[in-house]
């Protein structure tokens, strides 16, 4: 009397987590990207919020300040000369608008597109 197999092969294993590791091996790498434009963000709306309050309204020193955020929460990615500091109307807008590339293995990357815009009213 012969009993069927039931059940998952080792090669069907390989099979099966070689995607899920690549995904998550991806994963690890997008982590530290998608922090620094959450500091990215969070950089752009302090000045914002020191723009409303009176202090800068002037395109000099709102690229002053953004570069003093920049600088105490370590972001070397983009620069502050990268973003775009302009006037629309009556009031100023800070946009930042870059890419970041992610190497994953050999000659596969990863290109990540972020583009923050804050108005300050």
């Known amino acids: 009397m012969r009993h069927s197999q039931r059940g998952i092969t080792f090669i069907g294993w ?7 590791v690549i995904v998550g091996y991806a994963g690890i790498r ?21 723009a409303k309050s009176g202090v800068a309204a002037d ?3 709102l690229r002053t300040s953004i570069e003093k955020n920049f600088d105490v ?3 070397e990615h983009p620069s502050p000369k990268d973003l775009d500091v302009h006037r629309e109307g009556d009031h ?8 970041d590339v992610v190497p ?7 290109l990540v597109q972020f583009n923050k815009r804050v108005d300050m009213q």
Do not use: H, R, T
């Open 59 to 61: 395109p000099i020193l």
């Open 92 to 99: 100023m807008v800070i946009v930042a608008d870059y890419e």
């Open 104 to 110: 994953l293995f050999g000659n596969l990357s990863l």
């Open 30 to 50: 997008l982590v530290p990207v998608y922090l620094n434009s959450m500091n990215v963000s969070k950089a752009l709306s302090l000045v914002a919020s020191d």
């Open 73 to 75: 929460q370590s972001i």
């Open 14 to 20: 390989v099979i099966l987590l070689i995607p899920v």
